[in-house]
C-alpha cells in the first residue's frame, strides 16, 4: 500500500522505469542520453526528498553532487563524444521494436512474479516501487545487450545503476553519506575513462559499433 507521501515518489520511480523503456525504442544515441539525463534528474528527486525528510546537510551535498555528475557531466562527455567525432545519430539493436517490446514485457511479467515477490519483504509498503526498480535493473541489463552500439551499452550500465540506488531507496537500505560521495567519485572516473575508450576505439576503427568492430583489424 502507497501512502500519500509516497504517491509522487513512485510516480518518478514509474518515470524512471518508462524511461528505459524509450531508451530501447529510441533510434537516436542523442536521445538515448537524454533520456539517461532525465532519468539521473528523477533518481535525485527522490533523494532530495529524503533530504526534505531528514534535513540532513550530508544527504543534501550528495543530491548535489549526483545531479552534477548524472544530470550534467555525463550527458557533456557523451554528447561531447558524438559531436567531437560526427557520430551517427542512429543507434541499432539486434531485435527490431516489437520484438524487443515483447521481451520487455515478458522481463515485467517476471519480476511481478512469484519469483521477485520475497523481496517486498524488505519494504512491504514500497512492494510496487520495489518490483518495479528491479524491472527497470533487468530491462537495463537487456539494454546493454541488445544495443549494437558502445554508447548506448554504456548508458545501459549506468541506468542499472540509477535502477540501484532507486531499489535501495524505497527499501530503505540507506548508506553513509561518505560511502554513497565515494561510489559517486567511481561513477566520475568511470564516466571519464570510458569516454577517451570510446573516443579511442573510434578513431582506430571508425565505429562504435560492436558487429561492425568484430570484422575490423588493426592495420
Known amino acids: 500500500m502507497i501512502t500519500n507521501f509516497e504517491q509522487p515518489l513512485f510516480f518518478f520511480e514509474t518515470l524512471m522505469f518508462l524511461s528505459v523503456i524509450f531508451m530501447h525504442l529510441s533510434k537516436k ?19 532530495l ?12 551535498l550528495v543530491v548535489v553532487v549526483i545531479f552534477g555528475i548524472k544530470v550534467v557531466i555525463a550527458p557533456y562527455f557523451f554528447l561531447g563524444l558524438i559531436k567531437r567525432h560526427q557520430l551517427k545519430f542512429s543507434s541499432s539493436s539486434y531485435l527490431n521494436g516489437p520484438t524487443a517490446l515483447i521481451v520487455l514485457a ?15 519483504v524488505l519494504s512491504p509498503d514500497n512492494e510496487n516501487a520495489l518490483l518495479l526498480a528491479i524491472a527497470m535493473m533487468f530491462i537495463s541489463i537487456f539494454l546493454m545487450i541488445n544495443r549494437k552500439g558502445v554508447l548506448s551499452q554504456m548508458i545501459g550500465i549506468l541506468s542499472l545503476e540509477n535502477g540501484i540506488v532507486s531499489f535501495a531507496f524505497f527499501a530503505g537500505l540507506e548508506q553513509s553519506p561518505v560511502l554513497e560521495l565515494g561510489i559517486l567519485f567511481d561513477i566520475l572516473v568511470w564516466i571519464i575513462i570510458a569516454s ?18 568484430k570484422h575490423l583489424k588493426e592495420e
Request: glycine share 2%.
Open 49 to 60: 526528498s529524503s533530504f526534505i525528510k531528514d534535513l540532513s546537510f550530508a544527504l543534501l
Open 29 to 47: 544515441s542523442s536521445s538515448v542520453i537524454y533520456l539517461y539525463a532525465a532519468q539521473s534528474l528523477f533518481v535525485t528527486i527522490l533523494l
Open 106 to 120: 515478458i522481463i515485467t511479467a517476471i519480476t511481478y512474479s512469484h519469483l521477485f515477490k520475497p523481496l517486498a
Open 196 to 213: 577517451v575508450f570510446a573516443s579511442m576505439i573510434y578513431k582506430q576503427f571508425g565505429s562504435l559499433d560492436v558487429t561492425a568492430m
